[in-house]
């Protein structure tokens, strides 16, 4: 469970008096476990580090938050403003992110296995080396997002956006990428594989007559 200090001094004291107690005590771990916060405008909120796992974040306004190499497994962000926020480093393990507006941000390295981001906004947001294994990207925007070296092993991204994606070293293996829209040879021969990856048939017979390498197995 939440700590109740905690809670209480970010509830009532607000961000301004919450970032002030981060910054006197740098070694405090904030513990938010299970803690209700849906609905709350939580803007610039220094959360780096902090506990969240299962919290609810739902509808919350959290726009450049730092949440630097917090825990956020299994959170609810379902509908959350979350723009030009940063987490790198973050753990968003099964997190539910449908709906959410991740544009600008930042979440180079973050563990985002699991994850629900089904007809989220990820505009120019950027993923370099996240892990996104079995991540949901069903409808997402993905228009300039950074996917470099980003693991999409088993994704769904069916009917999402990727206009002007970067798709370099990005490991699509067995993702799912039927219908996706502004797709193209161009983008995905930067892919570092598309081994059993579910495409529509006519990039599936443009890819194995021009770049059939990236059809063959290799390990994720």
């Given amino acids: 469970m939440a700590n109740p200090e905690h809670l209480t001094l970010l509830l009532d004291g607000g961000v301004e008096a919450w970032n002030k107690f981060r910054r006197t005590n740098p070694d ?13 405008d939580l803007t610039r909120v220094d959360l ?4 969240l796992a299962k919290a609810d974040l739902s509808d919350a306004y959290l726009l ?26 973050a753990s ?6 449908v709906m959410v507006d991740l544009s600008g941000s930042g979440l180079i390295r973050a563990d985002m296995s699991d994850v629900d981001l089904t007809d989220s906004n990820l505009t120019r947001t950027s993923l370099p080396w996240a892990n996104l294994t079995n991540a949901k990207l069903i409808r997402t925007t993905l228009h300039f997002t950074d996917l470099r070296e980003a693991n999409l092993l ?3 991204l069916r009917e999402a956006n990727l206009r002007d ?11 799912n990428l039927q219908g996706v829209q502004n797709i ?5 021969v930067k892919a570092k ?8 048939a006519s990039l599936h017979e443009q890819l194995q007559a021009e770049h059939p390498h990236l059809l063959l197995e290799r390990q994720p």
């Fill in 28 to 40: 405090t771990q904030p513990d938010f476990q299970n803690a209700d916060l849906s609905g709350y």
């Fill in 48 to 51: 780096s580090h902090a506990n």
């Fill in 64 to 89: 450049r938050a730092d949440f630097t190499e917090a825990i956020l497994d299994e959170v609810n962000l379902t509908e959350a403003d979350i723009i030009e926020s940063n987490f790198i480093k």
């Fill in 92 to 97: 968003l393990t099964q997190a539910n992110m």
């Fill in 154 to 156: 088993n994704a769904d």
């Fill in 165 to 175: 994606a970067s798709l370099t070293g990005t490991n699509l293996y067995k993702a």
């Fill in 184 to 188: 193209s040879i161009d983008l995905l």
């Fill in 193 to 200: 594989t598309l081994y059993q990856a579910q495409l529509d």
